[in-house]
Structures are given as C-alpha cells and as structure tokens.
C-alpha cells in the first residue's frame, strides 16, 4: 500500500520535473530528468546507457555530480522531484543546486531520500569519474586521478586510461599515464597477448609497482593431489623432505585437504592417555611405566584396540600418505604463457635490482669507508710517525662531537654552527693532543705498551669526565637543512646528504694530508722523523716538535671526525669506545704509516661490513663478529697490512 | 727439587704463608665459622677477589714475563665462567623441572624433561632447544673439562695463527682486543646458544644444596679460590724460574736473539699463552659461582684491560706484585663504586665518588706509568734490595716490539 | 777439504734496491773466513740470508753433508742445524746473569717442554764454567749481564756462540770495541774454534784480518770482488778501486 502510494507521488513529482526541465538555464537537471528513473534507481543495466547520456552532454557539472552520486551525495526531494547535492544541517538538510552549485535551501528529512547506487553502479560510476579525472585541465587533480589509480588499480580504469593518454599534454603526467597503462594492461588487457607485450614491457623498470604487478601474477597457492593435473597452471612441483616443503608441513596439508588423518602426535598420545587414565594404569598397563615414548605409543595401541581412540598413526603411515600424493604450487593465473612471460620479465628485473643494489651497497660501503677513513687517520698518523697507540683516540672524537654540540646550544643557526663548530673541534682536540703528547707520551717513547696503556688511563678518565660534564644520555647534533636530504639516484639507488657531505670532508683531508705529508717543509720533517729519528735529529729537525705537532694534527683530526659522526650518529660519552676497535683495524688492515694503507684498509673494512650486513641483514652484532675473524684471517696473510713498508725501512 | 725451588724463589714461601693466614684470618671472622664480623656477601668479595688475583698472576706471566700484552685474558675468563654456569644451570633446572612434573598424571619421558628445561632456560630468547653447545651441560664432569678444553683451544688456536705471522707488540695486543670484542659481540645475539645479553643467572644456587645456607657455601668457595690461587701460584712460579723462566724472559727482552739461539720462539710464547688462559679459565669458573650472575657485558674488552691495569699498578715482572694489585684496586673499586666512599665537598662542587672513581683511577693510572713503572711491589725492593742492573737502557717487555737500527737482530 | 755451505746464484732486493746480486761463495768444513767490503756491500744482509732472517728472491743455499736447503728451514732451525751468529753490537739478555745466558745457549733439547723439565746436571755445569774460564768471565757468573762493560758483552756473546757448539759460526766484528789484548785473545780464540769447524769473520779492521791470517772474500755491491789471501786481493785493482784506495 505505502509503495504504491509512494510509486503515484514519485510519478507526479516526475511529471512536474519534466516541466522544469525544459528550463535551458538548467541543462544538468534537465539531463537528469529526462533519465530520473534511471538516476533514483540506477542498476547495472541502465547505468552505462545513463553515464554516456551524461558524458555525451559534455556538460561542466558532469564530473562533479557523478562523484557526488558515486559517493552518496545526491539526494531527490519528493515535493518537487528534482535532484539535489545535500548535506546534514541544522534541523535536515542543506541543498545544493545541481548546475550552478548554489544554495538551494533547506528540505526537511522527510522531503528528500538518499540515493544509493549499488557496489556495481559505483563502479561504472567510478570508471566514468576517472575518465573526466584524467582528463581533467587541472594537472593536481589529473595527478590525484594517476595516484587513485595507482593506490587502487582495477579493470575497469585501463580504458579511460588508454584514451586519456593521447589527450595529455604535460609530458611527466603523459609518461606516468604510458606506465600505469603498462602496469593495468599487464594485469586486465583482454587478449593473453596483449597482456603478454604489457609484461614483457614492463623489463627494466625498477619500480616496486611493477615488481608487485608482477608477483601479483605469479601469485601460488599450494595444492594437493593424488595425481598431477594436466589442465591447472603448476608453478612447481615439491617434494616433501625439502626445503621448500618439509614433511611435517606436507603432512599437515594433506590432513587440511582431508586426504589423510591428522598424526598421532606425542602430545595426542599423552591427553588420550590421561583421559583414558583408570587408578593407576590406562588399557590395563600402569602408569608408573610410561615414562618413555615407546611404552606411551604401546599403551595407546592398547587403547586403540579396545576402540576407545581412533588408531594410532605412526610416522610410516605419514610417509605412505606422503609417497601416494603430489604437492604442486598452482598459480592464480591460468594461462601458462602469461605466468611464464611474469616470471622472465620478474628475473630480468630481479637481475638489475641486484645490480642496483650492489651499487646501493657500494654507496653505503663507501659512505661507511670515509668514516672509518676520517677517523682512523688520526690514529694512523700518530702511530705511523710515533709509533705511539693512542688509546684515548676514540675520546678524542667524543671531544669533538661535544664540542659541535656544545657550539650548537650557543649558535641556534645550525649552518653556521656546523661551519664554526669544525675548525673549533680541531682546535679543542689539537690542543688535548698536544697537552697530552708533552704531559704523558713525552716520557714514554720506545715503550709502546707503556704507551698504550696510559693513554688507556686518560681515556677512562675522559670518558668519565664527559658522562660527569654531559649525563649519561644521549645528546642531539642537529644537521643543517641542506644536509638533511636524501641524493636519490633512482629507486633502488640513494644515499643521504649527510653521508654525501661525510665523504667529501674525507676526500678533503685525504688530499689535505697528501698536500701537508708530500708538499709542505712540515711533511718533510714527519717523512725525515718516521724513517730514522736520530739521523733527522741530527739534520736540525727537532724531533720533539715534530712528534708535537703531529700527534696534534692526528688529534685534531680525530675532533673533526667527531663532529661528521656526530652529525648522523647521537652524541654519547661512549661514542669514542664505539669506533676505536673499528680504527685500530683499519689502520693494522691497512698497514702503517701511510694515508694510502689507511684508505685502503677503511675501504676494505667499510665495504667488508656493509657486504656482511647485506647478507645477514637481520644481525649486525653476528656482522661485526664475522668481520674481526676476517681480520684476524687477514692478518695471516699480511701480517704488515695492505700497503706495508718493505726491507730496511719497516724496521722489524 | 722441590726444596731448591723454594730456596730459590722464598717469595713463594711467603706467599703461601700470608694466604694462609688470611684464608684462616677470614674463615674465623666469617659468619658460620667463625664471629660473625665479616658479613657472607662480603666473604663473597674475597673469595671474587681471590679469582682475581689468581687471573691477574696469568696475565703477569704472560705480559710481565713473556712481553704479551694480551688483552684478551677475560674473554678465557668468561668462557670458563660460561662453561661451569652452563651445568649449574641445567642441573639446577633439572631438579625444579622434575619436582614439578613429578605431579604430572604420566611420568615424564627423558624428552620432556629435556625440552621443559629447555624451555625454562631459553624461553627468555624466545627458544625452547637446547643448542649444540650445550650437549655436555647434564654432566659436571664434562663441563668441568670444557672449563680447560674449550679456552685452552681457543688460545691455542688463536695464539699458533697470531704467533705465527709474527705479531707482536701494539699489534698482537689490538688483535687480542680484536678477539675478545668479536668473543663478547657474538655472544650479545640471541641466538648464540648462551642466552645472548641475559647471561646465565642463578649460578650462586649449588644444585641440590638449596637446604645449605649461602654462608656455608661462601666460605666453601673462598676455600677453593684460595687453593687455587695458591695452586696457581706454585705452578706459575715453578714456570717462571728455571731454565723456562730464562727462556721466556729472554724472549721478553729480544725475541729474534733467542730465535737465533735455536729456540722456537712460537711454541714458547703459544705455551705461555694457551697455560695462563687455562688458568684464566679456572679463575672464572670459581668467580662465576660466587658472583651469581655472568653476561657477554664481563667479557667486553674493557674488563681485559683493568686487568692489564691491576697488573702494572701491583708491579708486573713478579708475581706477588699482580696479587696485590689485583687485590688492591678491585677491592678499592668497589669500596669507591659501592658508594661507601665518603663524599668530598669542595663548597662549590661535592666530589661523588661513584661519578669521579673512574677519573681517580684513570689519572692515577697514567701516573703510575709515568712514575711508578714497578708498580707497588717495587716497594718490596725498598726492603729487599735485590740487585739493580745499572748499565742498561730501559729494557723491558716492549722493546722488541720497537728497534730500527741496523745490525740487530 | 769438503763443503760445509753452499751459496749460489742469491739475489734480494728492497724495494728495488739489490742488496745482494747474484752472490755466490762455498765455505769448507773446517775453514776460517774473512768477509770484508765497503758499507752497503752486503755483508750484513749475507749473514741474514744464511740465518733465515731475510728470504731471497732467487738463488740457493744448501747446508752440511745430507745438503739441506736452509731457504726452507726457519731462524731457529736452522740455528739447531748448527748455525751460530754473533751479531754486531752485543746482543745478550742483560736482564739475567752471565750463567742464564751461557745456560740458555749451551747446546740441549729447545723444545718447550724439554726447557720445562729440564734438570741442571753436573756435566753442564761444568762445561759452563769452562766456557766461562775460556772468555774470561768466571768471577762475573753470577753478575747480570746489564751490568758488564761492552768488551765483556762481547766476550759473553762469543761464549754464548761456544756454548751452541755450531759447525759455523758467523761472527760480525768481533773486535770492536775491545782492547788490543783482548783482540788478541780474540783472533787466538777463533782461529782455535776454526780448527774443529768453520767460521765467517766479517771485519772492516785490516789489521784484524791480517791477524787472522785466511781467506779474504771481498764484497761489492752485493756480489763477490775478489777472493783469496789478504795480499792477493789487496793487490787486485778493482779491490783497491772500490774499497781500500777510497
């Protein structure tokens, strides 16, 4: 009775719009009027004809209204049976002129009804939308259209898509529109063939979308039978007892398929047991026996012949179900030829992902070589001119890093923090190294350990001090905008501007300490006092500034190195305990008193622990663990390091 | 024989003599033993510190005598340490395991019993099997003998590969320090099969003697730490004199001089090493047990130099003088961290003691080096006056490991 | 008179320096030898080469009746096979006395544990004091070794090289630093050691040489010069050329 009533008002309120419709300062409403039933009720049958009724008009408010209908926006008010963009206000609803986008009043809720196209409608509705989107003249919302697509690609997207490309005139939008078609195409073009080409298209492309295009294609899902079918897409064939399926598991899907019964396992046999128990003994047999599996499986049997359990099944009866089945992986994708053409494109790109990742790798490696370069050096110097362990290099570097920090608390501007706390650190560090060389190492030279054992003291000490000075957390360097970005090559392939900015300072004091050791009259004295300290002596170099100097300059240094981890590392008083190990390795890898030896041995150790990582990427600590074997392996075989000092000169 | 190396050496005699009369000095003030004025975790203390000194005279052996720095002896340390955790804890495991499941309705098969210890001990890492290396932990016997076996092999095979390609000097000390950080970073994971950064725990609990009080037990321990120190002692300084003594101070003093004497200066030196982490070793399997607890943290590289430090501050080159420094800094070290150090206050700044401990130690370190290079037993010398070289440079344990000039060997 | 030692055909070079180029000299059983030449002639770096210190780029050196390779053989093997040297400046181990060190060098067992359990036993005791009575340091046994004058570091070290008992003994300068008397008592004490076994004087003192009374081989540049008495090849030209006319 009510829907009849409702039928005969609808009715009236249809005619009573198709007089408005002739009203040509309302084109859309008009449109729509002319097709209300097929608006209020659209189903799947009626929605393309209405959707290229409207896109045929090619009106301006087009676009907007299908995506107010799409998403539930429009609404039909009974009194005048005319269309409305509405929404929840004070006291009902607030509506919207469908054509010029005005007020329009207020309704009550009664007076208008919803509509509410269905999932199918919505579709069509959609595809419709991303047709305008695309073509849209604003490029944002073109752009909005490709990422929509992107986010949530379907079938239906991949027509408007292809007529959209031509239209396009930006030509980063055009060759974004050309992928994403490739992407669709791989996945929704109608011919195997078509299909086919998309794929093969898609070798090259290093993007993770097309990677997971690919893989959605050649997506598995394991299946059991007693004979290999011939009609289904098999991806493989596994054997139970590999490592691809083991028989535990094996067994477990045969159980699942309903093929076999589940294993009586340990554990079944222990709750029958107990369930079964009567006093003191289960099926006649005590229990005070079954304290090992054997007795427990014998009980269980007894069990079973009694009928209380179902029979027990043994690990035989598991294999014979395993040798009668055949476990396969079966693609989603029926037609072999596609999943074949997926799985070579999927290779060729897996191959160049590779080699992208070596080179990303590489980049990481040498990013971590200029640190280990930076602050080894030091270090190097000191022990290739003195032959003096400086223990307390690694709190040298601390020093530097506070120092930075502490420049930062003052001079809120990081740029011009950053490029005063650099000559500062080394300053700061010169001056400990210096003070240390006169106070402590002066009187200890030719007794290295006695060396390296007080400035082991100075180096706790320092430790302690910086943890008194600073408290045990960790403090922020804050790097300047500029050197926060990421260089990003392409999308396997980037490496962080701090890193960037790293390597280059390294570079810098590689050729810094090439220029003072091969140019400068200092360089000639620390030549003269590293090969023959007495015959220096006695040519008027002073060896005493000369060791003063140099073992300022290492731990100068040492400051500077500071403030470059600090910057992509936090600021701790065991950041010096961090790095020391990593130094004294790279200066025995790379051989004694040389700048080249230690290049080479911070490029080996760099490289060496960033390949470790890659392999075993979940483990850092088993990472480091391999490396210092490697060392140790290493030193066998150059015992003086990579680029060692040969005949008299090594001084053995 | 033997009275001839007492005669010879009669700082062995007063060794053994003051260590008695403090074993039996301690066990008459201890708690059970005794009057009571020395409280049980402070008999504890000792009884640590006797392991202490027992690897402080290892390391003067090696270092003082021999000319290597090793930092790595604490990694031995630890290991044995590990090794004899490993049975107390399975064993005291076991025992709780099989209360616990005694209530069960089925007695329990070997295999549950072994996976429900399994599970108790490993269920921290998220494990529940045993790993391989923990095949002998059922047995006392066999994890005693991998006390000895398992550091006695590592030092054997590391020192015959750094020996061998002639390492020496400031080089073999950062490849020991190499060593223990590799030691202490693989044991950090996890999955290394000893419970990663948790260490093992409740090793203080003997099994099977819940029932005898801690106190009994701490002066037990105290008892074999110090026969093993004495032990050690003897054993160390029966090495060091004689012909073996001469060999490896010479060895010391110029390596390639004794080479060209004949003598295979790699065996010497892998003897010495592979005899003091054995020894270093069994210290740790005694301290372990009475610390209660042992993690990768007591192996880092750091606990290997304090050692180091211990010796050069008691006067390394004789062996006494590694006893009390090891005795004396480790007890003053936790009298100052212990925070019973009273509190200095300048007025401006109040000097914390736990805070500043580490400032002392490192700055009166560097100046022992500097002015005290014998260390506090070269007080003994003040009464001693053993003969004093006069025509010589500074020889000493490092100057093989620094000679330019032509024409020596 | 047959062949002890063999040299021949060695080269070494550091970095790019021949030290030794293309030596070759043979030493007989029983045989005193003078090395001498110029600086830089090589003579340290030959001692080098037949001790094991330094290994050659090319070249053989075999040793003793069952002909070894010592290029094979490691410093203090080939110090066992009986090989002894005495370095230039005295090398002995001044932290321990005069009898440790004759002790440690008298021909025994080297192995660790053979030094481990060694027992003292008269007969070397005695052959010590003999030693000791023979370089003249008896009443200094019990001194420390820091504590002698050079001259009697270099008497110790010589009777360290006694005490070996090597079939040849490679001593460089001897002399130096010693009185007259005592380079007499030096040149005797070798001459007599040559008797039973071969010895490699290397000496820049004509004199001393002279007193030796043997076969002189002069080396320049890494290579042999000369060879035979001391007045043949003081008279040679090219000896006189490069070494004594300078």
């Not at chain 2, 004025?37 to 000792?46: A, D, E, G, P």
């Not at chain 2, 549950?112 to 529940?128: H, L, N, Y």
């Not at chain 3, 830089?40 to 075999?62: C, H, L, N, Q, S």
Request: charged share 15%.
């Amino acid at each position: 009775m009510m829907f009849r009533l409702f039928c005969c008002a609808l009715a009236i309120a249809l005619s009573l719009g198709a007089a408005r419709a002739q009203d040509s300062d309302a084109p859309l409403q008009s449109l729509l009027q002319a097709n209300a039933d097929a608006v209020a009720n659209p189903s799947r049958s009626t929605v393309d004809g209405l959707v290229a009724a409207l896109l045929a008009s090619d009106l301006p408010g087009v676009p907007v209204f299908l995506e107010r209908w799409r998403d539930r926006g429009v609404y039909l008010r009974s009194s005048d049976g005319l269309f409305y963009y509405a929404t929840k206000a004070e006291g009902g609803y607030a509506l919207v002129d469908v054509d010029t986008g005005q007020d329009a009043g207020q309704a009550d809720s009664a007076d208008i009804t919803e509509l509410r196209p269905n999932a199918g409608v919505r579709r069509v509705i959609g595809s419709a939308l991303v047709a305008f989107q695309l073509l849209d003249d604003d490029p944002a919302r073109r752009l909005a259209a490709l990422d929509a697509i992107d986010r949530s690609p379907s079938e239906d997207q991949l027509e408007p898509l292809r007529l959209s490309i031509d239209e396009e005139p930006d030509p980063a939008l055009k060759d974004r529109k050309i992928r994403l078609e490739r992407l669709l195409s791989a996945r929704f073009a109608e011919t195997p063939a078509q299909r086919i080409a998309a794929i093969e298209s898609l070798e090259g492309d290093l993007g993770v979308d097309a990677r997971a295009v690919l893989n959605l294609i050649l997506t598995t899902s394991p299946a059991v039978f007693a004979e290999l079918p011939t009609d289904r897409n098999i991806a493989a064939v596994l054997e139970p007892g590999t490592e691809a399926l083991s028989e535990d598991e094996a067994y477990a899907r045969l159980v699942e398929a309903g093929f076999a019964p589940p294993l009586t396992g340990v554990a079944t046999i222990k709750d029958a047991l107990i369930a079964a128990m009567d006093g003191d003994a289960v099926a006649g047999i005590p229990v005070a026996g079954l304290s090992t599996d054997a007795a427990r499986e014998a009980a269980y049997e007894a069990l079973a012949a009694t009928g209380a359990v179902p029979p027990l099944v043994t690990l035989d009866d598991q294999a014979a179900a395993l040798a009668a089945h055949r476990f396969v992986l079966l693609y989603a994708e029926p037609d072999p030829a596609i999943t074949a053409a997926a799985a070579d494109t999927l290779e060729a790109i897996q191959f160049k992902v590779g080699l992208n990742q070596a080179a990303d790798l590489a980049l990481d490696g040498l990013s971590l070589a200029s640190i280990y370069f930076l602050a080894a050096i030091g270090l190097a110097i000191t022990f290739g001119v003195m032959g003096v362990i400086n223990m307390a290099h690694g709190e040298f570097i601390m020093m530097g890093a506070y120092t930075g920090y502490v420049v930062q608390l003052f001079i809120p501007d990081y740029t011009l923090s950053l490029l005063l706390a650099l000559p500062l650190a080394f300053a700061v560090t010169f001056a400990a190294g210096v003070a240390m060389e006169r106070l402590v190492i002066r009187w200890l030279y030719h007794r290295p350990l006695e060396t390296l054992l007080a400035t082991f003291g100075i180096s706790i000490a320092l430790q302690q001090l910086a943890k008194n000075i600073f408290g045990t957390q960790a403090r922020p360097l804050t790097s300047p905008d500029w050197l926060s970005g990421t260089l990003t090559f392409n999308e396997v392939v980037s490496i962080s501007m701090i890193r960037v900015a790293i390597f280059v300072l390294a570079l810098m004091f590689l050729g810094l300490l090439i220029y003072i050791l091969k140019r400068t009259r200092l360089g000639l004295e620390v030549r003269a006092v590293t090969q023959n300290p007495g015959m220096a002596a006695s040519m008027g170099i002073n060896p005493d500034r000369i060791n003063m100097l140099t073992f300022g300059l290492g731990s100068g240094i040492a400051g500077i190195a500071g403030v470059a981890i600090g910057l992509y590392a936090k600021v701790t008083s065991e950041m010096g305990a961090d790095y020391i190990v990593q130094s004294f390795m790279t200066v025995v890898v790379g051989g004694v008193g040389n700048v080249w030896g230690t290049l080479a041995g911070a490029t080996l150790i760099g490289f060496l622990q960033k390949g470790i990582e890659f392999l075993n990427p979940s483990n850092t600590l088993a990472a480091q663990t391999y490396m210092i074997l490697f060392i140790i392996l290493f030193i066998q075989f150059r015992p003086k390091g990579i680029i060692a000092l040969k005949g008299r000169a090594a001084g053995d | 024989m033997s009275g001839s190396f007492i005669a010879r050496n009669p700082s062995v005699l007063w060794f053994l003599l003051a260590l008695s009369v403090f074993t039996v000095a301690v066990t008459l003030m201890s708690e059970v033993t005794g009057v009571g004025l020395i409280s049980t975790s402070f008999v504890k203390t000792l009884g640590k510190t006797l392991c202490l000194c027992l690897i402080a005279i290892a390391m003067d052996v090696v270092w003082g005598y021999c000319g290597i720095l090793s930092l790595g002896h604490f990694a031995f340390f630890g290991l044995g340490g590990y090794a004899i955790g490993m049975w107390l804890m399975y064993a005291r495991t076991e025992i709780i395991v099989v209360q616990s499941l005694a209530n069960a309705p089925l007695p329990p098969t070997d295999k549950e019993v072994t996976d429900a210890i399994a599970t108790q001990i490993f269920g921290v890492v998220g494990s529940a099997e045993f790993p391989l290396i923990w095949a002998f932990s059922h047995s006392l016997a066999l994890q005693l003998l991998m006390v000895v076996l398992v550091p006695g092999l590592l030092a054997l095979v590391f020192g015959w590969l750094a020996f061998r390609s002639r390492v020496t000097g400031v080089y073999l000390s950062i490849l020991t320090q190499a060593m223990t950080l590799a030691l202490s970073l693989y044991l950090f994971q996890n999955d290394s099969g000893l419970r990663g950064n948790n260490g093992l725990s409740g090793l203080q609990n003997l099994p099977g003697l819940d029932a005898v009080p801690q106190s009994v037990i701490s002066i037990a321990f105290f008892w074999a730490s110090a026969l093993a120190l004495g032990l050690g002692y003897v054993l160390f300084a029966w090495i060091v004199s004689g012909k073996m003594g001469s060999v490896i101070r010479a060895i010391r003093d110029n390596e390639s001089r004794v080479r060209f004497l004949g003598y295979h200066v790699e065996s010497y030196k892998l003897f010495v090493f592979t005899v003091t982490a054995i020894v270093a070793a069994i210290a740790g399997a005694l301290y372990y047990p009475q610390a209660g607890i042992i993690n990768p943290a007591e192996i880092a590289p750091i606990a290997s130099i304090y050692l180091a430090v211990w010796v050069a501050i008691g006067g390394r080159g004789r062996l006494y003088g590694a006893v009390i420094g090891a005795a004396f800094v480790s007890l003053l070290s936790s009298w100052f961290t212990g925070g019973s150090a009273p509190a200095v206050n300048l007025g401006f700044y109040t000097i914390n003691w736990t805070d500043w401990w580490l400032v002392l130690l490192g700055l009166s370190f560097v100046a022992v080096t500097l002015f005290f290079p014998k260390g506090i037993g070269g007080l003994f010398d003040l009464i001693v006056l053993r003969p004093v070289p006069d025509r010589q440079g500074d020889y000493g344990p490092d100057k093989g490991a620094w000679r330019r000039e032509e024409g020596e060997p | 008179m047959s062949t002890l030692l063999e040299v021949s055909g060695v080269s070494v070079t550091f970095d790019g320096f021949r030290a030794i180029n293309n030596l070759s000299i043979s030493i007989g059983q029983a045989e005193l030898r003078a090395v001498i030449g110029p600086n830089g002639a090589g003579k340290t770096t030959f001692m080098d080469i037949i001790t094991g210190k330094t290994k050659p780029d090319e070249g053989r050196v075999i040793w003793g009746p069952r002909s070894i390779s010592l290029l094979d053989l490691s410093e203090s093997q080939i110090a066992r096979q009986g090989i002894g040297r005495k370095f230039q400046k005295p090398t002995v181990f001044e932290a321990q006395t005069v009898r440790e060190n004759l002790a440690m060098a008298l021909k025994n067992p080297r192995g660790p544990f053979d030094v481990l359990f060694y027992r003292k036993s008269r007969a070397t005791a005695a052959r010590i004091d003999e030693i000791a009575e023979e370089i003249g340091l008896t009443d200094d046994l019990p001194r420390r070794a820091g504590e002698l004058s050079h001259g009697q570091k270099q008497w110790l070290e010589i009777g360290m090289l006694l005490a070996q008992d090597p079939q040849l003994l490679l001593v460089d300068e001897p002399a130096a630093g010693m009185t007259p008397a005592e380079r007499e008592h030096t040149t005797a004490l070798l001459v007599r050691a040559a008797e039973t076994r071969a010895v490699v004087v290397v000496e820049h003192d004509m004199e001393f040489v002279r007193r030796l009374n043997c076969k002189v081989t002069v080396l320049h540049e890494g290579s042999v010069l000369a060879e035979g008495s001391l007045d043949h090849v003081t008279k040679n030209q090219d000896v006189i050329d490069v070494y004594l006319g300078r």
